[in-house]
């Protein structure tokens, strides 16, 4: 079983920058087969903005491609996700998600609101 808990959200004005944070316990994040970032906004499904696999590599939504960074930190077990010139679409809660065979885990969110 893994455990996520994400930080980092917060209030930031149009054009800012936030860093999120997703640690992991429970389970190395190198042996698990991809840790994703969701958004969700009110009425909407949720979406997947990034995702880092067990190798590193690294897909975007097109919506943040650019702006959007996803990492990770091996030695703190955690997974970062870098957000640039933040706009009032990228607010809502992200949540982080761990997928391993047919397990899927999630965090319980952190809230990101932009101000225009």
């Known amino acids: 079983q893994v455990q996520l808990v994400e930080s980092g959200g917060g209030l930031v004005q149009a054009g800012g920058s936030l860093r999120l944070s997703c640690a992991a316990s429970?389970?190395?994040?190198?042996?698990?087969?991809?840790i994703s970032w969701y958004r969700q906004t009110p009425g909407k499904q949720r979406e997947v903005v990034a995702l880092i696999t067990s190798g590193g590599s690294t897909t975007y939504a097109d919506s943040v491609k650019g702006r959007f960074t996803i990492s990770r930190d091996i030695a703190k077990n955690t997974v970062y996700l870098q957000m640039n010139s933040l706009n009032p679409e990228d607010a809502g809660v992200y949540y982080c998600?761990?997928?391993?065979?047919?397990?899927?885990?999630w965090g319980q969110g952190t809230q990101v609101t932009v101000s225009s």
């Open positions: 429970g389970r190395r994040i190198f042996s698990i087969n991809n």
């Open positions: 998600k761990s997928r391993s065979g047919n397990y899927d885990y």
